[in-house]
């Protein structure tokens, strides 16, 4: 029931997750449509970030940081757009983080939940 639960509020937040970053991307970017893409490696991080971290691997963290920073470097925009960008980029990287620990919780709390939930519609 642990891993059911855990799947379960992973997905809803994934999916909550898909339409928070299109309305900031519509903010930042003025894009109408939803870059799938970007997307799945968002969601993909947050796995890894989650996995490992699971694992007692905090160092993933600091692989992770380098990653980003090196695809960062690598990207040119005019310089009134690099603001916007960096705010994107940080926005998106803060969340990722947060919901990898969240994930982390939540795996290692699940039988609280289900305790939790269990009684509430015991009653």
Known sequence: MRLLITIAIMVVS???LWFIFSVVAKFY???TEIDLESLFKGC???LFLA???YND???ALTVFSALKI?????HEERQGETQRFNNYYLIGNLISV????FYLYLWNHASDIDAALERLFSR
């Open 29 to 31: 970017y003025k894009k």
């Open 14 to 16: 994934e999916i909550l």
């Open 98 to 101: 947060s919901m990898s620990l």
């Open 44 to 46: 993909l991080e947050r």
């Open 51 to 53: 996995l490992f971290l």
């Open 70 to 74: 090196a695809t960062r470097l690598k």
């Open 57 to 59: 691997l905090p160092h």
